[in-house]
């Protein structure tokens, strides 16, 4: 976890939206990083595309012509996607994970796509003035809950920031956009998010995605009293899904900052609530290996995650695990001692639960008095039987 220099948790939309579905999953990808996990070639495919249209818009001398057609543009694309195997270093100096193919053919049929839509996007794109564009634009903005004090701060990334219907000159120059703005007296701004996936994003799921009140709130702080629009582009076929903001999505948006921020610093991590939310999960061994332990040792696994690197401004503790192939292999047990002492909650299983812990719970009930927790344990088990998808 990060905060800005005056102490404010820094949050942003994928990190609340991970949180609101799991917030074991949240502990593993921000707390824990247990084991670095393979690339999935979807995500990786979107990021080479984001980076080919941010390169294209960030263009500052058409004389340079540093894509002189469609097909230039996209035959780079078609180098970057041919190296993706390589595993280059990161900032701090370590190789990213390999890919994780589905087939033998995935990456072959992942290029033709990104090809067409290079092709595409430079066709629909060539004649957009650049003064009038700012692409992958970093924004923070703080905010204070004015009942109790407590400051936390929003960041994000916006993919195109587009000033439409404007009269102002065009201009290669990145900071002309400013300049074009206020002096624009009838264009309105337009926020677009890029979608890479096969299928369209229906307005429907558009309307209450949060991303676009994040976006919405910077943009009201970074350009006031503008017109805005926001839409998702598939760039498949380049077409839009338009959708509107207003006031009472940024009121909710700064209630939902301020709760999920609350209960991330009180070092709350609730295990999803749906089992159906696991199915794409990353961590799913490593969260039923966490949970075993925890029955194992007679502990709530939220007091296991309280302990192993616990949330703290400015210090980094070592963890209380270590990890191979999603099994914890070694335990601190000093931190273990700790966890023992917080342990104020009955045992929770989940759905993640074998066949040996059904046994142990079986000889509980019928040789001593079991708790209603376990007796209701076993019903649920025997009704229940583990889909392919989830076994482990």
């Keep these: 976890m990060k905060y800005t220099k005056d102490g404010r948790l820094i949050l942003s939309d994928s990190m609340m939206k991970i949180y609101q579905d799991c917030g074991t999953r949240f502990w593993f990808n921000y707390h824990e990083k247990p084991e670095e996990l393979p690339r999935i070639p979807a995500l990786e495919f979107g990021t080479v595309l984001h ?26 694309f078609r180098g970057k996607w041919f ?6 270093k990161t900032e701090r100096g370590k190789r990213k994970p390999p890919m994780l193919w589905r087939s033998p053919d995935e990456k072959e049929k992942l290029l033709g796509a990104g090809y067409k839509v290079c092709i595409d996007f430079f066709e629909r794109n060539q004649t957009v003035p650049f003064s009038h564009v700012m692409v992958e634009q970093f924004f923070m903005v703080s905010l204070t809950n004015e009942k109790n004090g407590r400051g936390y701060a929003l960041q994000g990334y916006i993919d195109r920031l ?7 000159p065009a201009s290669f120059k990145p900071e002309e956009l400013g300049k074009a703005i206020r002096e624009s007296k009838d264009g309105s ?4 998010d890029y979608k890479s996936g096969y299928k369209p994003t229906s307005s429907a799921a558009v309307a209450i995605d949060t991303q676009f009140s994040c ?6 702080m970074m350009f006031p009293f503008h017109e805005r629009r926001f839409a998702i582009e598939n760039v498949r076929d380049g077409s839009h899904t338009p959708t509107l903001r207003g006031e009472g999505e940024r009121r909710v948006l700064r209630e939902r900052i301020f709760s999920i921020g609350r209960d991330i610093q009180k070092e709350r991590y609730p295990l999803a609530s ?16 966490l949970q075993k332990f925890a029955h194992q040792k007679g502990i709530h696994p939220e007091d296991l995650m309280r302990t192993s690197a616990p949330l703290k401004i400015g210090k980094k503790n070592s963890p209380m695990f270590e990890w191979k192939d999603g099994e914890i292999i070694k335990v601190d047990e000093s931190k273990l001692r700790q966890a023992e002492k917080l342990s104020t909650k009955p045992v929770q299983l989940s759905f993640f639960v074998d066949e040996e812990e059904v046994a142990e719970i079986e000889e509980e009930l019928n040789t001593g008095t079991p708790t209603a927790h376990a007796a209701n344990i076993v019903e649920r088990v025997m009704d229940w039987e583990t889909p392919e998808s989830f076994a482990i």
């Design 83 to 88: 190296s993706i195997d390589s595993q280059p």
């Design 162 to 168: 587009e000033l439409k219907d404007s009269n102002a």
């Design 274 to 289: 749906n089992m159906y939310k696991c199915g794409t999960c990353s961590f799913l061994k490593h969260c039923y290996s």
């Design 51 to 76: 980076s080919m249209f941010e390169e294209f818009f960030k263009r500052k001398n058409p004389d340079a012509k540093m894509y002189i057609s469609a097909s230039n543009f996209a035959n780079v």
């Design 189 to 192: 701004l337009l926020i677009v």
């Design 215 to 220: 976006y919405d709130l910077a943009v009201e």
